[in-house]
């Protein structure tokens, strides 16, 4: 009984000394600067004086039977919600209309895509199949 109680000592205090170890690790590890972060003399350098509000960005939109829904800079929105002071007033497949008075914007998912070229194609060249 006395061996077995002794094991069971030594492998808490073992088990108490790795932990304490693993942390110690740790609480060096976070305290170590991001080796591939740029040097502070290469990043941009903001003057703290008013700039214009960075512009909106559509980010994503999801469209379901029974929901639709965009992620605006990183705040997801349905139609009727505020980005800002403008108000969502449609989604689309690839935009969404805001509204703020009598002012309207549209916010294009990807507004570099022509999909008015892409319309133009023929059915062989989008489903893979080859002319003869």
Do not use: C, F
């Not at 994503?60 to 639709?68: A, T, V, W, Y």
């Amino acid at each position: 009984m006395a061996q077995h109680l002794s094991k069971t000592i030594k492998r808490a205090t073992i088990a108490t000394i790795y932990l304490m170890a693993i942390s110690a690790m740790t609480a060096g590890a976070q305290a170590l600067p991001d080796p591939t972060r740029p040097p502070a003399a290469l990043q941009k350098q903001t003057p703290e004086t008013d700039e214009a509000p960075a512009a909106l960005q559509l980010q994503s939109i999801l469209i379901s039977p029974k929901r639709r829904v965009a992620t605006i800079s990183g705040q997801i929105v349905h139609v009727g919600d505020k980005v800002g002071e403008a108000q969502v007033v449609k989604i689309t497949e690839n935009e969404v209309v805001l509204r703020n008075g009598k002012d309207v914007q549209t916010l294009k998912l990807l507004p570099q895509v022509d999909r008015k070229a892409e319309q133009g194609r023929s059915n062989s060249t989008r489903t893979g199949s080859r002319p003869q």
